[in-house]
Nanobody, 124 residues
């Protein structure tokens, strides 16, 4: 079991930046692949970014590639999402997720552990 808590959301103007954090409880954080998903009003939850348990591999959706950077600090049980050049279309609730590996994180979402979400609002 792992419990996840997101923070860092807020209101930002288009073109601005935000950094989200996800802190996990438990001593097994370093054994999980971690990732970010988001859900905009009226839309399904979508994958944003993922990072392997060691931090050596990362994956991104095409919509955020080159603008967002996912990272983790296993000593602090924390994952981050640095979001730059934010666009109105990035407005959503952002969720942190954990899974045994990157493939299951992205494609077997029903088995993910989830945080409660943090709201990101980008004003145009």
């Amino acid at each position: 079991q792992v419990q996840l808590v997101e923070s860092g959301g807020g209101l930002v103007q288009a073109g601005g930046s935000l950094r989200l954090s996800c802190t996990a409880s438990g001593r097994t954080f370093s054994s999980y692949a971690m990732g970010w998903f988001r859900q905009a009003p009226g839309k399904e939850r979508e994958f944003v970014a993922g990072i392997a348990s060691t931090g050596q591999s990362t994956i991104y959706s095409d919509s955020v590639k080159g603008r967002f950077t996912v990272s983790r600090d296993n000593a602090k049980n924390t994952m981050y999402l640095q979001m730059n050049s934010l666009q109105f279309q990035d407005t959503a609730v952002y969720y942190c997720a954990a899974s045994p590996n990157l493939f299951s994180l992205r494609y077997n979402v029903q088995n993910n552990y989830w945080g409660q979400g943090t709201q990101v609002t980008v004003s145009s």
